[in-house]
């Protein structure tokens, strides 16, 4: 039988002021050594998890930024389940074994504490080893810690006999005499750590407390193969019930197991105290003795004449305490509540709304990236540039054809936003560079041009193709040359549709011939012309692309959509087959949904919900940003994240809250907002950008690649008209001076 230890996260610690508060609880802080008490938990159970078993953790939604950057700090993986609220320990215990037997009818949990304090990792292995036996039996086995002296901060628990045996009772927190007796009777205390299988806690929870399980089942739903999920809104229903009360103290199945290992839950001043190692800042004393300082880096704290104190000292609060009296200071914390309640927790940042970060974003791209790009970044014939320095200075690599179009669209759709710059001379300039250095006739286009605009051999890509087509319609929309670009790209989409397979779609050139990607901006462009030109063909193509999507591109099972396959549009052998993008994700759920609306397709919204959900799944919590690159799992292939998947989420988000139901509108709205704070992170005050960060958060000091502006632009585009549709009040001057 596999073992799932399942990590509690819950509890915040307040006998710990002013050092552990709600944002960040004790399991979170480095109180012994330098790992956080989580981190140390992790690591103890780690090595007793082997396939198909996993780590489970279930914390609060508030700590999932902790969670994640702890875990990836200490290189673990595990499932992550977050509760929307606290409904203490039973409920998320019935959450982790409902999701146990999800995976594994057989699996057996082993629940920790996250704050507990175990030094002797091998003891505690053992111990659980032993208390297996006992689970694997049907048994719900508790580990009883061998008392070292009479506290009161612990329950106790009576066993029946020596090593394992039956519970015979559980006694609460008792006061110091009662304490006292209990350890002279041979009590033990009780750890909170218990060993049973999944599916012997269900069938307790279902005799001793029936009105937990079921809500922790429903509380699952959405939670499917995502490594990190939030527990729906069914848990909050849950009752608020510890498992000593909810199955424990009713149960015919406990046992306990007598454990002699040091253990402590460091719960208290005191207790850290107790340990040594719990010091840090510099502070000097003079004749005083058994005192214990906390302090950050550059407080000095000095100390006269004074025994056996507690001197905590964070930003903003300072605890003195006699360490002799660290259990009461939950009275100070009661009096802080009263007196001064942003002293509870630490300040928080504040979010800015969507409609503060719409507005600035807006300034942005009026102010300083369209001029910037305009001036610097187009060259007297019309020729865009690849890159600039982060300084300001064109790059000195060949000109592709790709970012001649792209820029097309971006310079066309500052016009349709309002932009009181030069759009007009520079999409004009832009399509006499592209007729003149790229256009070789009979539909056939330049993949690239050197410097001094002399062609680079090589073939061009149906990707690129789809470019021109894109570029092409932005022209057409404002009359920029517009019977001669209509009559360039039916001449392209004649070309393309001579070229199709007979099992649909197109061939793409380079070392991946069969890929959705090309096919994507093939169907982005053929929607943009269906908005210039009457003729059907372009509908009746975007149809053709539609259709091998939903057959090939889009898996029925999983509803992620795949990168590469083979040439009967089946995935792809080995890892390439296997990649997931969240970036393309979002583009392709954008374009189907207004395919959807155009065609009148109410089947492919579903579908385009999927999409969206897997998308999310690429969100690296310490960056606050998308990923490039998942596994089929959903875990990410690595820790790098791209400008471009930030803006498409953007976008993806913003069409989502104009379709969504007014109940689920919010929702979206608050992705939209974490989608631009994580773009504005890669954009510079001069209007330039950084295009990846890696894994130590980080950015790439290299050019901003003009590539970037396209996937930009299309954010703001449908950011100005889900303002418009959903009047969110960015822009107060209306939609068409939105950049005015």
């Not at 069938?203 to 089942?217: G, K, R």
């Not at 139901?661 to 209007?687: F, H, I, M, V, W």
């Not at 980080?698 to 690649?705: A, G, Q, T």
Request: proline share 4%; hydrophobic share 45%; aromatic share 8%.
């Amino acid at each position: 039988m596999a073992l799932y230890p399942v990590i509690m996260c819950g509890g915040s610690g307040t006998r710990l002021w002013p050092a552990s508060r709600p944002s960040r609880p004790k399991q979170f802080i480095p109180l012994s050594g330098n790992r956080s008490l989580f981190q140390e938990t992790v690591l103890r159970v780690l090595p007793m998890v082997q396939a198909p078993g996993r780590i489970i953790v279930v914390g609060g939604v508030v700590h999932r930024a902790l969670i994640v950057e702890q875990l990836e700090a200490i290189g673990v993986s595990a499932q992550i389940l977050l509760e929307p609220e606290g409904r203490d320990s039973a409920p998320a215990m019935a959450a982790a074994a409902a999701w146990t037997l999800t995976q594994d009818a057989d699996g057996i949990n082993v629940f920790v504490s996250s704050d507990h304090y175990v030094p002797d990792r091998a003891a505690f292995q053992a111990a659980i080893t032993q208390a297996v036996g006992g689970a694997e039996a049907g048994r719900i086995v508790t580990l009883g810690i061998k008392p070292t002296e009479a506290a009161t901060a612990y329950g106790y628990i009576a066993p029946s006999g020596p090593g394992l045996s039956d519970v015979r009772q559980f006694i609460e927190k008792p006061d110091k005499a009662a304490a006292q007796s209990l350890v002279n009777a041979g009590y033990l205390w009780n750890a909170g750590i218990f060993i049973c299988r999944a599916d012997v806690l269900k069938n307790e929870f279902e005799v001793c407390e029936s009105t937990v399980w079921p809500v922790a089942e429903r509380s699952l739903a959405g939670v499917g193969h995502h490594t990190l999920a939030v527990l729906s809104s069914a848990f909050s229903k849950a009752p608020k019930i510890s498992i000593d009360y909810a199955v424990m103290e009713n149960t015919q199945k406990a046992s306990v197991l007598e454990v002699d290992f040091h253990w402590s839950d460091l719960g208290s001043w005191d207790a850290l105290a107790a340990r040594g190692d719990g010091e840090y800042g510099t502070h000097i004393f003079e004749d005083a003795e058994g005192c214990m300082v906390r302090a950050p880096e550059g407080t000095l704290v000095a100390a006269l004449g004074v025994r056996d104190l507690g001197i905590i000292v964070e930003k903003d609060a300072v605890l003195v305490c006699d360490l002799s009296r660290a259990q009461e200071v939950k009275k100070i914390v009661e009096r802080v509540k009263l007196l001064s309640p942003q002293h509870l927790d630490f300040e928080k940042a504040e979010t800015p709304s969507l409609q503060d970060s719409g507005k600035r974003f807006f300034e942005w791209m009026k102010l300083r990236a369209l001029p910037v790009w305009h001036s610097l970044g187009q060259d007297e014939d019309g020729v865009f540039a690849e890159a600039l320095t982060l300084s300001g200075e064109q790059t000195t690599l060949t000109h592709r054809l790709r970012v001649q179009t792209r820029q097309i669209y971006c310079f066309a759709e500052a016009g349709a936003l309002g932009w009181a710059g030069r759009w007009r001379s520079a999409v004009e300039g832009g399509v006499d560079a592209l007729e003149r250095f790229y256009h070789k006739g009979d539909a056939e286009w330049l993949p690239a041009i050197h410097c001094d605009r002399s062609a680079v051999s090589g073939e061009t890509l149906v990707y690129d193709q789809a470019f021109v087509l894109f570029a092409l319609a932005a022209a057409a929309k404002h009359d920029i040359a517009a019977e001669r670009s209509k009559a360039q790209a039916k001449a392209l989409l004649d070309r393309l549709r001579q070229n199709r397979l007979p099992q649909g779609g197109l061939r793409e050139g380079g070392s991946h011939p069969f890929q959705s990607n090309a096919h994507m901006h093939l169907l982005e462009a053929c929607l943009a012309w269906a908005e210039v030109d009457d003729d059907p063909c372009w509908l009746e193509f975007a149809d053709d692309i539609v259709e091998l999507a939903l057959k090939y591109f889009i898996d029925p099972e999983t509803g992620c959509l795949r990168e590469f396959f083979d040439a009967q549009w089946q995935p792809a052998a080995g890892d390439d087959g296997r990649i997931i993008e969240p970036g393309h994700q979002f583009e392709w759920m954008w374009l189907l949904s207004r395919y959807a609306q155009l065609r009148n397709r109410s089947d492919i919204m579903p579908v385009a919900l999927r999409l969206y959900s897997w998308g999310q799944r690429g969100y690296w919590d310490p960056a606050c940003v998308m990923v490039d690159t998942l596994n089929e799992d959903g875990s990410a292939r690595v820790r790098r994240a791209r400008l471009w998947p930030q803006a498409e989420w953007l976008r993806a988000a913003l069409l989502m809250a104009e379709m969504a139901p007014r109940s689920e509108r919010k929702t979206y709205l608050d992705d939209a907002n974490s989608a631009l704070q994580g773009l504005e992170l890669y954009l510079t005050d001069r209007g330039l950008w950084h295009d990846k960060r890696v894994s130590n958060l980080s950015f790439i000091d290299e050019p901003s690649p003009a590539t970037s502006l396209y996937h930009i632009m299309g954010a703001c585009n449908q950011l100005a008209k889900t303002d418009k549709a959903l009047r969110l009040g960015i822009l107060s001057n209306g939609f068409a001076t939105a950049l005015t």
